[in-house]
């Protein structure tokens, strides 16, 4: 089922790109481990104490296929860290190469300071399991849930699960990126199908 996902109904931090509706369908949390096992450059949101936040983060895993567990490490000084410690909610947006100069400003600045999605022109969504916002103009938004703080204070790390997926099939540009941690990034390139030789994995891709 596909709800209506009006931004102008979010009560998340409000809507402020100007994009009425978007066109988010639903995407099996089957398929999830598919968005992140590449390791794509993405965009953590929470909403704590009235008000939605944004980080950009590299540093995350897939822990399991379904449901979902993806393992993200989140600094103790970066604002969202405490929005996710207390709420333990997330949204984990995956933006395409379009977006990869406000994905990196998003990583160098704080919400302790600035609203971000007002300063970069980000949509807000309401979400439909977490209190975090989707955002309308990522390909693939991830629901997440913390289901495990165990390593929090030894790592930072926190074990999330995926409640629910979004795609937007719309979306013309697709291309993800991938950060190199020195400031530069690849961006997805060609595809090469080996599906035949994944024997074992023939019940899951
Ligand atoms: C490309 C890139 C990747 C980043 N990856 C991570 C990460 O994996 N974990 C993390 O804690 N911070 C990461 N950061 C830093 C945070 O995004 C940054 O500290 C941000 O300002 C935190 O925002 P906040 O204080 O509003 O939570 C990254 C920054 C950039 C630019």
């Given at each position: 089922m596909v709800p209506q996902l009006s931004s102008s109904a979010?009560?998340?931090?409000?809507?402020?790109?100007?994009?009425?509706?978007i066109n988010m369908k639903d995407c099996p949390l089957a398929k999830v481990f598919h968005l992140l096992e590449p390791g794509p450059v993405v965009l953590l949101t929470t909403f704590h104490k009235g008000r939605a936040n944004v980080m950009t983060m590299t540093w995350h895993m897939m822990m399991?296929?379904?449901p979902p567990l993806i393992g993200c490490l989140v600094s103790g000084a970066n604002h969202s860290f405490t929005a996710l410690r207390k709420t333990r909610e997330c949204v984990i947006a995956i933006p395409t190469v379009d977006l990869i100069a406000e994905v990196v400003d998003i990583g160098n600045c704080s919400g302790k300071d600035v609203d971000k999605f007002e300063k970069f022109g980000l949509t807000s969504v309401a979400a439909k399991q977490v209190k975090a916002p989707l955002i309308a103009e990522c390909l693939f938004n991830i629901e997440c849930k913390v289901v495990d703080t165990g390593l929090v204070n030894k790592y930072n790390m926190f074990i999330l699960e995926g409640v629910q997926a979004w795609n937007d099939?719309?979306?013309?540009?697709?291309r993800t990126f991938h950060a190199n941690g020195d400031g530069t990034f690849v961006v997805d390139g060609r595809t090469l199908d080996y599906k035949m030789k994944m024997v074992k994995w023939k019940n899951i891709v």
């Open positions: 979010t009560g998340n931090g409000g809507s402020i790109g100007g994009q009425g509706m399991e296929f379904e099939p719309e979306r013309k540009e697709r």
